[in-house]
């Protein structure tokens, strides 16, 4: 169904809203309004999304220019009340619509949340009016990656507006994310894009973002790690541009001006005025990224630090980081499927080099260990996955080719070696 049941669905909402101000709760108009909108929706049959961003209204990726008078009042309320996204699911029921409208009409401030709509604000950063960009960005991919680039740019030349942009930014990015995976989603299938800096940026921006989300952390929380991870490579702007593409190995000159980039991402957000109260993990995450969860990575340290001491998001930015840097075409190799990048990043965590429980949840994130899911043994075997146990997939229950369950949770069963490709694993 095209375009029309979308405005239609728009004009009954906007019905619904009218007849609910008219008439009390239950009258026939109502109930009728609130039927038709919901036969448009279903025929529309894709979630429909609202965005408010400064002047703009945005429905899905077209900016409205002149609101149609059947549902300006009932923006204008929704925009009064300070939602600047909502989400309304496609199979949201008469009574759905009904109760979310009871809420606006009642003028209740509250951000609306049921299993079929969701409001919220975007809570962007009023010092700077939102670009046109930023309006793109808000929808889709390619407008962030072109705003990434404009932020990190800024934060290269040490200028603390880039500061209030990155969070802007983010709070963009995991707005998006709260009401949907269409952001995370082509980053799951496969980036290559000629920029591999900014877009490596947005990736491990967005995945660190959603990880963050599934360990449900704080929001506060969410957006200064995924703030930390969009910048975590800025040191890299040191590092001549022959080294970063080298289309084979480093000598060990190389190697060690390519292991100054976390030292000097560091210290380059440092020099940013107002960096650590803006966000004190941005230097701590550029830094810390390629430690290792067992500080066998870089930079190298003295004497090991205990291993609490290594912030919790710099191991959580790195699974990140190396997902997406495997996912991606590099001047030296190809792309990784999915399941050749899970492999790596179960035999990381198995050795300790990556954080094993924030590997398990970014697995059940990709939905990479799911049951159905061909896996190889470290015995040598090969079964299904028939069961995950919650929170903890690397240890799932594994039926073998004998019919034997075998639970892999038991300390003397054999661990994951190998992720097999299967159908929905092959590159675009
Ligand atoms: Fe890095």
Known sequence: MGQDAL???????????????????????????????????AAWGRPVRITFLGNDTIVEDRRIENIPISYSALFQSLQQLGFESIQIEPDAREDDLTLWIETVVAKERTPYRSLKIITGSLKLERKVTPSSVLTRAVTGYLGFLAEAQGVLSD??????????????????????????????????????????????????????SALARALRLPDEMVNAISMAALCHDLG??????????????????????????????????????????????????????????????????????????????????????????????????????????????????????LHKEYVSSFLLLLNVLAAGRRVVLSDGSSGIIVETHTGYPLCPMVGDEHGRIRDLSDPSSPTIWEIVEDSTDVLQ
């Open 7 to 41: 405005d239609y669905f728009l004009c009954n909402l906007g019905a619904l809203f009218r007849m609910r101000r008219i008439y009390p709760p239950g009258a026939k108009q109502i109930l009728q309004s609130a039927k038709q909108a919901s036969q448009k929706l």
């Open 155 to 208: 934060l290269e030349s040490k200028k603390p507006e880039g500061l209030v942009r990155a969070r802007e930014v983010v709070c963009a990015i995991v707005a998006r994310l709260a009401v949907g995976r269409e952001l995370f989603e082509p980053i799951r299938e496969m980036k290559n894009f000629d920029d591999y800096t900014f877009t490596h940026a947005l990736n491990v921006c967005v995945l660190s």
């Open 236 to 353: 890299k702007k040191e590092v001549p541009k022959e080294i970063l593409n080298r289309n084979g190995p480093l000598e060990p000159h190389e190697r060690l001006l390519m292991e100054r980039h976390p030292f000097c991402g560091a210290q380059l957000l440092l020099d940013i005025p107002g960096v650590e109260s803006a966000n004190p993990l941005l230097p701590v995450v550029a830094y810390q990224h390629h430690m290792g969860a067992n500080q066998s990575g870089y930079p190298k340290i003295q004497q090991r630090l205990p291993q609490h001491t290594l912030h919790f998001a710099s191991l959580l930015v790195a699974v990140a980081d190396v997902y997406d840097a495997l996912r991606t075409v590099r001047p030296y190799r190809q792309a990784l499927s999915v399941a050749k990048a899970a492999t790596i990043l179960i035999r990381e965590a198995l050795s300790g080099k």
